[in-house]
Structure formats: structure tokens, C-alpha cells
């Protein structure tokens, strides 16, 4: 069976998993956030839900291994024509085993779009959203690690993004409707 996929990154707080939601539902994709899919394990009690909470209460990243062992069979199980992915590659290895993945599928990515939002901006929203959902990782220390994870693992993916002329950079500081409609007019 063919499948589609659709990437979405960019720094905490620029909206990317609101925004590959209403993206998957648009085009009749499933849906798949990491970091959501590892927090809902981690509140089972079992050794791997333990070991995930290790990692993400504090903003580490969790090993390639144990990401990929879980999200792969996800991805192969799941009958949908298409994936809008958020939060995953985080980093250029896992890109790279991504793509093995779907190489020995034959399947592709045919969008990748980068949220782009400032980091005073991102900021604000982080704490807004804290005051809201109180996330166990959010954290002032957690917080500030994501922020570095992000630059240090995360940005180097834009460079292999526009290697593979995937990269499609979304202006994220606008209304919620305006960034949605933006990315479906890409589909049009
Ligand atoms: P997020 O909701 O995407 O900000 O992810 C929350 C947390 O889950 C991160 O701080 C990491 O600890 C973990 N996480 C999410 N996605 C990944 C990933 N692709 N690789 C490793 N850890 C991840």
C-alpha cells in the first residue's frame, strides 16, 4: 500500500502540533506526535513506561532505538493513505533511519514545513501554555534544555530538508486559521 508522508518542525511553542492535527484531518492522514505518543506511555506501568518518563520529564531526548520501536510498527500497522508527522526526526540520525524505513517500503516524504517562530515569541507561548495544561516537562530546566536540544540537534535537519528540496519554511507567527489554510493551499 502507498503512503504519504508530511513532516512538520520547528521550536516548542510554534503551534506545529495544532497545526499537523487539523493538517492530517484535512487530508485524511492519521495524526502521529511523538512526543504525545510518549507521554501517553509513559503512564503505563511498565518498564518501558518508567524508562520514557526518565527521559522526557526532564526535556532529554529519548534513545533512536527506543523511538523507532515504537513508532515504526505504529506506521506500519495503521491502514492510512498518508502520515502528517510532528515531532519526529528530531535529530539527523533519526532522519536518516526514517528514511531507511520508508525506502524499504518504497514509500516517500512529499512535504516537509518548517514552522518558523521567534524565540521571544516561542517563549511566551511556552509560558502561556504552562499556565494552562501544567505539562510535566515544562518545567523552567526542562524547558530550557528542549530549547538547546532543539538548536544543536534539531536545526541541522533544515540543511538535509533543503538537500532533498522538501524544506517549506511557514511564517508560524500568525493566527492558527492563517497558518492552516497556508499549508492546505500547498495541496490545491
Ligand atoms: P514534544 O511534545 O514533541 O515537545 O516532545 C516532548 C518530549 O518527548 C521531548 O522533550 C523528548 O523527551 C521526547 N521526544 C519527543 N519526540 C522525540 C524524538 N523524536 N526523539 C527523542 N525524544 C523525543
Known sequence: MNKDFILILGPQGSGKTTQARKLARFLGYKFISSGRTLRKLS??????????????IKGELVPDALMESILF???EKKKAKGFVIDGYPRDVAQLKS??????????????VFYLHVGEEESLKRLVDRRKKEQ???ESSDAIAKRFQLYHTETEP???????MHRLEKIDGERT???????LRSRFK
Open 73 to 75: 510498527p505504529m506506521i
Open 98 to 111: 526514517l528514511l531507511s524505513f520508508l525506502d524499504l517500503n518504497q514509500w516517500a516524504i512529499s512535504h
Open 43 to 56: 503512564t503505563e506501568k511498565n518498564p518501558i513506561g518508567l524508562k520514557l518518563s526518565e527521559y522526557w
Open 157 to 163: 535537519l533544515l540543511a538535509e530538508y533543503e538537500k
Open 176 to 182: 492558527v486559521e492563517e497558518i492552516q489554510e497556508d
Open 135 to 137: 505539562r510535566q516537562d
